[in-house]
């Protein structure tokens, strides 16, 4: 019964939005995934071709939302592929509810959104977004993560896993290449878990930023065990404050987003590498498999609403 509810409910969404997405300018073709929790939009002439060139799957939408306080969680790029993204029932093995989110990044793993190439700027990823996206006021925002136990970094490229970027935002160039900065990142680095403020001052065309790191935790600590992160910005009382497994880390008096405000923010979530050819050149190797674990993605206005170590009668999310 809860699978013909989730798809009733994504029915809701409507594909005009993506008209036209698909590189010959065809509308892409909707079906349903196995297990019927989420859609995956796909490019091809025929069911038969979309089973055979996974490499075309264009949009996933999954709604395990209810509870949450986002309505949608989405990836729009193309050019990825089926062993990108799961949606796994398993109760046993997720955070809490009966689901979980499963990433994987291979070698070659990037895409394109309408405006942005990350293959033509030396990253990789597979990214889910969160929407709607938050106006600028106070927004908390909670998920749990686990990696997998076959986890390792490439210190020389760092993988972010969960960030907040901005809408409306100032712009410019990171080493050669351009940059949309973001206000905060979740980075796995040589060994640990950190969490890092994107300090953006200088002129909103031509954003200098500035990255002050806070860990978190090593990553050991994380392969198969779920680890919580819950956090707040209040933009009107420039402050930022980070929970960890429901105890405080962190409280920062300062601005979110250094001396630019956004017109908006959003939350993003998965695997993200960025200046791969870094760690190709150093190791003359390709990159790893990275595989990692997302459950109990929330947002609200204050902690209490997001992280259920600190509120357990929050219900769980699926």
């Known amino acids: 019964m809860k699978k013909v509810f989730l798809v009733l409910t994504l029915t809701l969404f409507s594909i005009q939005a993506y008209a036209g997405s698909c590189p010959d300018g065809s509308d892409p073709v909707r079906s349903i995934s196995a297990d019927g ?12 071709e979309q089973k055979s060139s996974p490499s075309n799957s264009l949009i996933t939408e999954i709604n395990p939302v209810n509870h949450s306080g ?6 729009t790029m193309t050019g990825l592929s089926s062993h990108n993204f799961q949606y796994l029932n398993d109760s046993p ?40 996206l938050p106006p600028v ?31 409306g935002g100032p712009k410019g160039f990171m080493e050669g290449f351009k940059s949309q900065p973001g206000v905060l990142m979740f980075h796995a680095q040589e060994g640990y878990y950190d969490f890092d403020w994107l300090y953006l001052h200088g002129s909103r065309t031509d954003i200098k930023q500035t990255d002050l790191k806070f860990r978190l935790l090593s990553l050991d600590e994380m392969k198969g065990k779920w680890t919580d992160i819950s956090f707040c910005l209040d933009f009107a009382k420039n402050n930022m404050s980070l929970w960890v497994n429901g105890k405080i880390k962190f409280n920062i008096n ?19 590498q960025s200046f791969v050819t870094k760690y190709k050149q150093k190791y003359n190797l390709d990159t790893p498999i990275q595989i990692v674990y997302y459950d109990e993605i929330r947002r ?12 357990p009668n929050l219900k769980a999310i699926d």
């Open 37 to 48: 929790t989420y859609f995956v939009y796909n490019c091809g002439k025929n069911n038969n």
């Open 70 to 75: 986002w309505k949608q969680l989405s990836n």
């Open 93 to 132: 093995k997720s955070r809490r509810g009966n689901h979980y989110q499963r990433f994987e990044l291979r070698d070659g793993d990037c895409g394109s959104y309408t405006d942005w190439d990350d293959c033509a700027n030396d990253r990789q990823r597979v990214e889910f977004t969160a929407s709607p």
């Open 137 to 167: 006021g106070k927004q908390c925002m909670a998920f749990s993560i686990m990696l997998d136990d076959s986890f390792v970094t490439m210190d020389s490229s760092p993988t972010a896993l969960g960030q907040i970027q901005q809408k």
């Open 254 to 272: 300062q601005p979110p987003t250094g001396l630019h405000l956004p017109e908006s923010i959003f939350f993003k979530y998965g695997i993200y």
């Open 300 to 311: 609200g206005s204050s902690v209490e609403e997001v992280d259920f170590n600190i509120n």
